[in-house]
């Protein structure tokens, strides 16, 4: 069974970081590639961030140049480095990876971004 747990989330300010951390339960990062994905209250979800098995990270528009994704394969774990947090980053960030066809979730951390 593939468990996906992520952290790192809070409260920060405006133009504030957080590092969000992504920790699987095995070798799964090294072998699939995996998103972060974001949901406001009353908002669909959407993906922030991807990362292939090759290391080709592709970033949505509105976090290109703020985001950043790491992988570190020996703890079987992914970041996401968030810089210049604006309020409409607010949201609960979920990790994600597809296996064979299914779709495999975290618990979600709360990034709430305020002054």
């Known amino acids: 069974q593939v468990q996906l747990v992520e952290s790192g989330g809070g409260l920060v300010q405006p133009g504030g970081s957080l590092r969000l951390s992504c920790a699987a339960s095995?070798?799964?990062?090294?072998?699939?590639?995996m998103g972060w994905y974001r949901q406001a209250p009353g908002k669909e979800r959407e993906l922030v961030a991807s990362?292939?098995?090759?290391?080709?990270?592709n970033y949505a528009d509105s976090v290109k140049g703020r985001f950043a994704l790491s992988r570190d394969n020996a703890k079987n774990t992914v970041y996401l480095q968030m810089n210049s947090l604006k309020p409409e980053d607010t949201a609960a960030y979920y990790c994600?990876?597809?296996?064979?066809?299914?779709?495999?979730w975290g618990q979600g951390t709360q990034v709430t971004v305020s002054s």
């Open positions: 990362l292939t098995t090759l290391g080709n990270r």
């Open positions: 095995g070798s799964i990062f090294s072998r699939n590639g």
């Open positions: 994600n990876v597809v296996i064979l066809g299914h779709a495999f």
